[in-house]
């Protein structure tokens, strides 16, 4: 598997990773043998970057996932996980959550250190508590060896500008979705310029788009508009 460096902090990441939603059950249900049986997959494909979060499930994506990397060398991956969003109306990003976040998720993966940690979703709260307050607390855990990288998601592409106005110069990487696919590039036309000229590492989720281009059911989320995902149908 090719790699590339997420921006300025040296990590080398796959250019295709693991993104372990699923073990969550956002999608569909899912036994263990198949949580297991993915994540061992997905490594041996070369895909040793695995991306999770405590909002997965609730927190289940984060457990399976441990279960599934138990044995497997922790120099032999890359883990990433995130912290803020907990459910679809629970958000904290309090400096006095951060490290309670972060525990409990070194915790369920079994795991001394994560290698990226991003701030979830970050629109659903007042921008200024990012920068103010969360982002110190988080690089805080930098300084100790817990975190080796650190950046945020979103989705409107205003917030990621207005937010980057603030954190450029203290991040290593964002994280969007649903913005690099076949029906929409907003994210490499509109957002990649600016990351590349300050070295912060762009990741980029959902490239089929939550199988917008299938006639298959749509999760609820998804935020693309109604005439779009009648054209969606109509080309699928």
Known sequence: MKTRVLGKSGIELPILSFGASSL???????????????????????????????FYGRGMSEILLGMGLKGVPRDSYLLG????????????????????????????????????????????????????????????????????AVGFSCYPLKTFHTVLDQVED????????????????????????RLEA?????????PFSARLLTNAELPAWLKETEEVKAAARAAA
């Not at 459910?87 to 990003?93: L, M, N, P, V, Y």
């Not at 969360?134 to 080796?148: D, H, N, S, W, Y």
């Not at 300050?198 to 959902?206: D, H, N, Q, R």
């Open 24 to 54: 969550g059950a956002e999608f569909r249900s899912i036994t263990l043998d198949e949580a297991m049986l993915s994540t061992r997959t997905a490594l041996d494909l070369g895909m040793n970057f695995i991306d999770t979060s405590p």
């Open 81 to 148: 996980t995130k912290l803020g969003r907990y459910s679809d109306i629970h958000f904290d990003f309090s400096a006095s959550r951060v490290a309670e976040s972060v525990h409990v998720s070194l915790q369920r993966l079994g795991t001394d250190h994560l290698d990226v940690l991003l701030l979830h979703d970050v629109e659903f709260v007042p921008l200024p508590q990012i920068w103010e307050e969360t982002l110190p607390a988080v690089l805080k855990l930098k300084q100790e060896g817990k975190v080796r």
């Open 170 to 193: 203290e991040i290593d990487c964002v994280l969007s979705y649903n913005r690099y696919t076949l029906q929409n590039t907003s994210f490499t036309d509109d957002l990649l310029p």
């Open 198 to 206: 300050k070295g912060i590492g762009a990741m980029s989720a959902g």
